[in-house]
């Protein structure tokens, strides 16, 4: 189907890592789903903070803008595992101030990933 070669294709330009821009569809009680271009990401709850979350519908909700990294993605069934936590500048900051960490998303990934190499 047409679909299913959009998301293929963009499947094959993510990589695990990645930083992108989504915007999240749904909550549920395991987590958030974002979209992402054509295909929907599952941020879960353990990604989403450092800091325990109680009450998701505190943190997002439908229709945010949010910024994630890839932390999975499984090529042959279309799905991709988001994390902001590892976009976090300290921990907690999603809970205390999610703006912030979108703001410094991509120097916060770029440390992320200095980390990962050392």
């Known amino acids: 189907s047409n679909r299913r070669a959009v998301v293929e294709a963009q499947m094959s330009d993510l990589s695990r890592g990645d930083l992108i821009s989504g915007v999240v569809l749904a ?15 599952l941020l879960h709850i353990s990604q989403i903070s450092y800091d325990r979350i109680d009450d998701l519908e505190k943190v ?26 590892t976009l976090e500048p300290e921990p907690g900051d999603m809970l205390k101030d999610p703006k912030k960490v979108f ?5 916060t990934a770029a440390n992320y990933h200095e980390r990962m190499e050392a």
């Open 103 to 107: 703001e410094m998303a991509e120097q």
């Open 60 to 85: 997002l909700a439908p229709g945010d803008q949010v910024k994630c990294m890839i932390i999975d993605h499984d090529k042959v069934n279309g799905r991709i595992a988001l994390s902001t936590k």
């Open 27 to 41: 909550l549920k009680p395991y987590g958030a789903f974002v979209q992402v271009g054509g295909m929907s990401g």
